[in-house]
């Protein structure tokens, strides 16, 4: 018999994980409380791993089409202005079919993967749809949720909470979201200013500063022309409206140009707080947890939303060869087998590069710097590394877990 989930949130994830579950032959139901997509700037780089996986979901080709193929990744120093180490994707090509990141901004993935689903006859996608409720006995999960000011119960055999950090299924479930906040809040400026011509930089920049590190992207835009998005940490006692205003805006951004003014062609700006957590649990019964909902990180790698849809491809594999009866055994292997992944590759490695880029003693500096041009130069050492920061490494060690 056909298993029936109800996957509460389309977000990058509950999107990815509705149709990895249509394609297997599950019945689903995907709730998303907004009408309209969120399209505010959050994941942008999707690694080789997760290219793979978009791959096998025949994704491929509209990801290249509105992203940007960025084979190199970049490390400077930014008070001096010198390129610590470029690191080169292309040595992964034995490792992965997709040897390069995509710059693409998450709504995008969203926007295709809701348009796929509408070909299913067994997918109903609602969205304005807000999950607030459900129960669950051994056989089924009952769920509550509202739409248009009336409530509605739907029952399925299991639901998944891919509602993202503040979860409304993982707080009914009662599972901790244990781990901290950052004291710092992250800023992300976009501008149309042509930070390469500044720098001769890669799409995918890191600059290291022990006053204030900084991170660069390139990304496509909606409209295709290009655009860069800027990432910085505020000062700890900085309040919100000043990190906004226009006078910190100009000041950040005129660090990175000489002489430019990448502040006179800004397009957006937003703030946001930043976190460590991973809930204590991924699974209670038959509900599940994945994506933010599960665990969130800071952003530096690049890595929440890619984990986020390592868990979608599992949890789905995990259900369509459970089927509607399964038994706790196996269930749990979702959660035996992602959270230690999520500690091990996401958790240690974002907060890992934070301090690089922030440390501020100098040997500790010049150390690390020289750490990673020297891994840089030596071929086997590149290639680990990649390996690690594409989550290449990640799904090597799934594999080898019960
Ligand atoms: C500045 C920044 C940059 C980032 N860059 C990267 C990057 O380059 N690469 C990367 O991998 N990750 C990155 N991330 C992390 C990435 O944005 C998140 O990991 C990703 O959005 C998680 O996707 P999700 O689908 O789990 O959750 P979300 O994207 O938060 O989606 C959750 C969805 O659930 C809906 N929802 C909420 N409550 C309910 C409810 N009660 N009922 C129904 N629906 C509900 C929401 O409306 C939303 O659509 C970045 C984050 C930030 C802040």
Same mark, same amino acid.
């Given at each position: 018999?056909?298993?029936?989930?109800?996957? @509460?949130?389309?977000?990058?994830?509950?999107?990815?994980?509705?149709?990895?579950?249509?394609?297997? &032959?599950?019945?689903?139901?995907?709730?998303?409380?907004?009408?309209?997509?969120?399209?505010?700037?959050?994941?942008?780089?999707?690694? #080789?791993?997760?290219?793979?996986?978009?791959?096998?979901? &025949?994704?491929?080709?509209?990801?290249?089409?509105?992203?940007?193929?960025?084979?190199?990744?970049?490390?400077?120093?930014?008070? /001096?202005?010198?390129?610590?180490?470029?690191?080169?994707?292309?040595?992964?090509?034995?490792?992965?079919?997709?040897?390069?990141?995509?710059?693409?901004?998450?709504?995008?993935?969203?926007?295709? *993967?809701?348009?796929?689903?509408?070909?299913?006859?067994?997918?109903?996608?609602?969205?304005?749809?807000?999950?607030?409720?459900?129960?669950?006995?051994? /056989?089924?999960?009952?769920?509550?949720?509202?739409?248009?000011?009336?409530?509605?119960?739907?029952?399925?055999?299991?639901?998944?909470?891919?509602?993202?950090?503040?979860?409304?299924?993982?707080?009914?479930?009662?599972?901790?979201?244990?781990?901290?906040?950052?004291?710092?809040?992250?800023?992300?400026?976009?501008?149309?200013?042509?930070?390469?011509?500044?720098?001769?930089? /890669?799409?995918?920049?890191?600059?290291?500063?022990?006053?204030?590190?900084?991170?660069?992207?390139? *990304?496509? &835009?909606?409209? &295709?022309?290009?655009?860069?998005?800027?990432?910085?940490?505020?000062?700890?006692?900085?309040?919100?409206?000043?990190?906004?205003?226009? @006078?910190?805006?100009?000041?950040?951004?005129?660090?990175? @140009?000489?002489?430019?003014?990448?502040?006179?062609?800004?397009?957006?700006?937003?703030?946001?707080?930043?976190?460590?957590?991973?809930?204590?649990?991924?699974?209670?019964?038959?509900?599940?947890?994945?994506?933010?909902?599960?665990?969130?990180?800071? #952003?530096?790698?690049?890595?929440?939303?890619?984990?986020?849809?390592?868990?979608?491809?599992?949890?789905?594999?995990?259900?369509?060869?459970?089927?509607?009866?399964?038994?706790?055994?196996?269930?749990?292997?979702?959660?035996?087998?992602?959270? #230690?992944?999520?500690?091990?590759?996401?958790?240690?490695?974002?907060?890992?590069?934070?301090?690089?880029?922030?440390?501020?003693?100098?040997?500790?500096?010049?150390?690390?710097?020289?750490?990673?041009?020297?891994?840089?130069?030596?071929?086997?050492?590149?290639?680990?590394?990649?390996?690690?920061? /594409?989550?290449?490494?990640?799904?090597?060690?799934?594999?080898?877990? @019960?």
């Amino acid at each position: 018999m056909t298993a029936k989930v109800i996957v @509460a949130g389309a977000g990058p994830v509950g999107a990815v994980l509705a149709l990895a579950l249509a394609r297997g &032959g599950l019945q689903v139901t995907l709730l998303e409380s907004e009408r309209v997509i969120e399209d505010s700037p959050r994941a942008a780089t999707v690694h #080789p791993s997760t290219l793979d996986m978009l791959g096998d979901l &025949g994704l491929m080709n509209e990801v290249l089409a509105r992203g940007l193929v960025c084979r190199y990744f970049d490390h400077w120093d930014r008070p /001096s202005r010198t390129l610590i180490a470029r690191f080169d994707h292309d040595v992964l090509r034995d490792d992965t079919a997709h040897p390069f990141v995509v710059q693409i901004e998450q709504h995008k993935i969203v926007g295709m *993967v809701l348009a796929r689903l509408g070909s299913f006859d067994d997918v109903d996608v609602r969205l304005g749809s807000r999950i607030t409720g459900f129960e669950q006995d051994v /056989s089924r999960v009952t769920v509550t949720a509202e739409r248009d000011g009336e409530t509605e119960q739907l029952t399925a055999d299991y639901l998944i909470g891919t509602d993202g950090g503040r979860s409304t299924v993982r707080k009914l479930a009662g599972i901790e979201f244990e781990g901290y906040t950052w004291p710092e809040r992250f800023l992300v400026l976009t501008t149309a200013f042509d930070f390469q011509a500044e720098w001769d930089c /890669s799409f995918r920049s890191y600059f290291a500063d022990p006053d204030e590190w900084v991170n660069l992207f390139k *990304v496509a &835009g909606d409209d &295709g022309l290009g655009r860069w998005r800027a990432v910085f940490p505020t000062t700890l006692d900085e309040a919100d409206e000043d990190a906004l205003s226009d @006078a910190a805006i100009a000041r950040r951004l005129s660090k990175l @140009a000489l002489g430019a003014n990448p502040a006179a062609q800004l397009l957006h700006r937003k703030l946001y707080r930043v976190h460590q957590r991973v809930a204590t649990s991924f699974r209670a019964g038959r509900v599940f947890l994945a994506g933010d909902a599960a665990h969130v990180n800071n #952003p530096i790698g690049g890595l929440g939303m890619n984990c986020g849809i390592h868990d979608a491809v599992e949890l789905a594999s995990v259900l369509t060869e459970a089927g509607p009866s399964a038994d706790h055994a196996a269930l749990d292997r979702y959660n035996t087998r992602r959270r #230690p992944l999520n500690v091990e590759f996401i958790q240690q490695q974002t907060i890992a590069n934070k301090k690089r880029l922030e440390e501020k003693d100098p040997a500790q500096r010049q150390a690390r710097a020289a750490d990673l041009a020297a891994t840089a130069a030596d071929p086997r050492r590149h290639r680990q590394f990649l390996l690690r920061s /594409s989550l290449l490494a990640s799904v090597a060690k799934a594999k080898t877990l @019960a």
